[in-house]
């Protein structure tokens, strides 16, 4: 394993594929995990969570050994390009990493560089876990309600870059051949115009719809819901819903039961051994994410659905700087916090580092490190609750401890200490 630009680590070993085709990961005490800070507060939340990754590991008898990769404003500072190939080899070769946010402009400039990991990578389900920690303050009453975990489909919808710009020769071409070949000549309007393809395919949904369902198998969850604009874009986002329905039935026909199934069958009791597979239309997902939030469990949908409802959910568990995630291929898994690159809080050492600390417990609970990986929540919780926070929950408890994004990382260190 030789890089250009990059140096591994001497100690620490590599984190490989297990040798009985499970497709489950080997995983040494002391694995190199590639880590990158990110742009903006990156710099802040980064360093941040590493100390506490390391403290939880080595309090469960382990050890990290970290690779520093770069993208973003640090790889273009240190290579002069956004995504050395270096970086995207190194996370490939080493199956777990972590990451935090990377700015994309918006309109002109350079695509997003997080699609552009998670396509190169075939990252293809983006899991969003949103739950409440004791002591978090939430606009909502019952903020414990939530406890979700929503798949978002990261490869395809319209995040899958295949757009043409206002102007362009292209965009009159496809403008054209949609009008002409396809028919559709009434619909778009005269004038500068911007067009993108929205591409859902059976085999992208159905590989994303059984991750999810594995999922609630494995830990016990009662529901999946499949959340779509079918109504609307029917043979898109329909489709979705369709062959998601398909998949349940076609490989998990003895573990699930719908919605229907469940008043026809059980009276609308759950049985305990089934998980019950709905659907809802994504609007109306947004509003029940706040009347009904404990109906709601495993969610899998599209990648822009995805995207906002993990959002707004994340807002009801006390906003972005808690609500963590990871990306999943096939024995693959890049961690990294919901939020973006907060720019205008970079450098200053003061927003919350939760999100990208418990994008770290997914990390950990991928590698089977489950013990490391409740410490680091248990921790957390405790630290919170002390009321020893960052300012965006300062603001809003009374008597809080207002702290630095390092302190607060210290504390929780400390907490680990002493809860281990
Ligand atoms: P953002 O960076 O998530 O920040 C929006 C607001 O959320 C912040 O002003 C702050 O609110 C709050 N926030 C975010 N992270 C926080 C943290 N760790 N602690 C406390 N509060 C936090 O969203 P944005 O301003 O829309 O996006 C900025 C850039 O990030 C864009 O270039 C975008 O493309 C990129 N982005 C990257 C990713 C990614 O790398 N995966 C994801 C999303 C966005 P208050 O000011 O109200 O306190």
């Given at each position: 394993?030789?890089?250009?630009?990059?140096?591994?680590?001497?100690?620490?070993?590599?984190?490989?594929?297990?040798?009985?085709?499970?497709?489950?990961?080997?995983?040494?005490?002391?694995?190199?995990?590639?880590?990158?800070?990110?742009?903006?507060?990156?710099?802040?939340?980064?360093?941040?969570?590493?100390?506490?990754?390391?403290?939880?590991?080595?309090?469960?008898?382990?050890?990290?050994?970290?690779?520093?990769?770069?993208?973003?404003?640090?790889?273009?500072?240190?290579?002069?390009?956004?995504?050395?190939?270096?970086?995207?080899?190194?996370?490939?070769?080493?199956?777990?990493?972590?990451?935090?946010?990377?700015?994309?402009?918006?309109?002109?400039?350079?695509?997003?560089?997080?699609?552009?990991?998670?396509?190169?990578?075939?990252?293809?389900?983006?899991?969003?876990?949103?739950?409440?920690?004791?002591?978090?303050?939430?606009?909502?009453?019952?903020?414990?309600?939530?406890?979700?975990?929503?798949?978002?489909?990261?490869?395809?919808?319209?995040?899958?870059?295949?757009?043409?710009?206002?102007?362009?020769?292209?965009?009159?071409?496809?403008?054209?051949?949609?009008?002409?070949?396809?028919?559709?000549?009434?619909?778009?309007?005269?004038?500068?115009?911007?067009?993108?393809?929205?591409?859902?395919?059976?085999?992208?949904?159905?590989?994303?719809?059984?991750?999810?369902?594995?999922?609630a198998i494995e830990n016990d969850r009662d529901s999946v819901t499949l959340v779509h604009k079918g109504n609307i874009m029917k043979f898109t986002e329909g489709a979705?819903?369709?062959?998601?329905?398909?998949?349940?039935?076609?490989?998990?026909?003895?573990?699930?039961?719908?919605?229907?199934?469940?008043?026809?069958?059980?009276?609308?009791?759950?049985?305990?051994?089934?998980?019950?597979?709905?659907?809802?239309?994504?609007?109306?997902?947004?509003?029940?994410?706040?009347?009904?939030?404990?109906?709601?469990?495993?969610?899998?949908?599209?990648?822009?659905?995805?995207?906002?409802?993990?959002?707004?959910?994340?807002?009801?568990?006390?906003?972005?700087?808690?609500?963590?995630?990871?990306?999943?291929?096939?024995?693959?898994?890049?961690?990294?916090?919901?939020?973006?690159?907060?720019?205008?809080?970079?450098?200053?050492?003061?927003?919350?580092?939760?999100?990208?600390?418990?994008?770290?417990?997914?990390?950990?609970?991928?590698?089977?490190?489950?013990?490391?990986?409740?410490?680091?929540?248990?921790?957390?919780?405790?630290?919170?609750?002390?009321?020893?926070?960052?300012?965006?929950?300062?603001?809003?408890?009374?008597?809080?401890?207002?702290?630095?994004?390092?302190?607060?990382?210290?504390?929780?260190?400390?907490?680990?200490?002493?809860?281990?």
């Open positions: 394993m030789s890089y250009d630009q990059i140096e591994v680590p001497e100690n620490g070993e590599k984190i490989t594929l297990a040798d009985d085709e499970s497709g489950e990961l080997s995983v040494p005490d002391n694995p190199i995990i590639p880590i990158i800070h990110g742009d903006g507060i990156g710099q802040d939340v980064g360093p941040a969570a590493q100390k506490v990754l390391e403290a939880a590991a080595e309090a469960t008898g382990r050890s990290v050994e970290w690779l520093r990769v770069y993208a973003g404003q640090s790889a273009r500072d240190k290579y002069d390009e956004n995504l050395p190939e270096d970086t995207v080899q190194a996370i490939k070769d080493h199956r777990v990493a972590i990451k935090g946010p990377l700015t994309t402009p918006v309109g002109a400039g350079f695509r997003s560089l997080n699609v552009a990991l998670r396509k190169k990578l075939d990252l293809y389900a983006n899991v969003r876990p949103t739950y409440h920690l004791d002591g978090v303050p939430s606009p909502v009453k019952n903020p414990s309600a939530m406890d979700m975990v929503t798949f978002r489909e990261n490869t395809e919808d319209v995040y899958a870059g295949i757009e043409w710009e206002a102007g362009t020769d292209e965009v009159q071409q496809v403008k054209e051949f949609v009008e002409e070949e396809m028919g559709y000549d009434e619909t778009m309007h005269d004038g500068p115009i911007g067009i993108g393809i929205k591409p859902i395919t059976e085999f992208g949904t159905k590989r994303l719809v059984r991750e999810a369902i594995e999922y979705f819903r369709d062959w998601g329905y398909e998949l349940a039935e076609e490989e998990f026909a003895e573990e699930t039961i719908t919605e229907d199934e469940l008043w026809e069958e059980y009276d609308g009791e759950q049985p305990e051994d089934k998980i019950v597979v709905k659907d809802r239309i994504a609007d109306n997902m947004l509003q029940q994410l706040l009347t009904r939030t404990a109906d709601y469990s495993v969610i899998a949908t599209m990648n822009l659905n995805g995207d906002y409802m993990s959002d707004a959910a994340g807002a009801q568990i006390g906003g972005l700087g808690i609500a963590p995630g990871a990306n999943f291929g096939d024995g693959l898994c890049l961690a990294e916090p919901v939020h973006g690159s907060a720019p205008k809080y970079a450098g200053e050492d003061k927003v919350n580092p939760t999100a990208m600390i418990l994008s770290g417990r997914l990390m950990f609970e991928y590698m089977g490190w489950k013990d490391a990986g409740k410490l680091i929540r248990d921790a957390v919780e405790k630290t919170i609750s002390d009321g020893d926070v960052t300012y965006d929950l300062e603001r809003q408890i009374e008597g809080g401890n207002k702290l630095a994004t390092s302190e607060f990382a210290d504390k929780i260190v400390e907490n680990i200490e002493a809860l281990s």
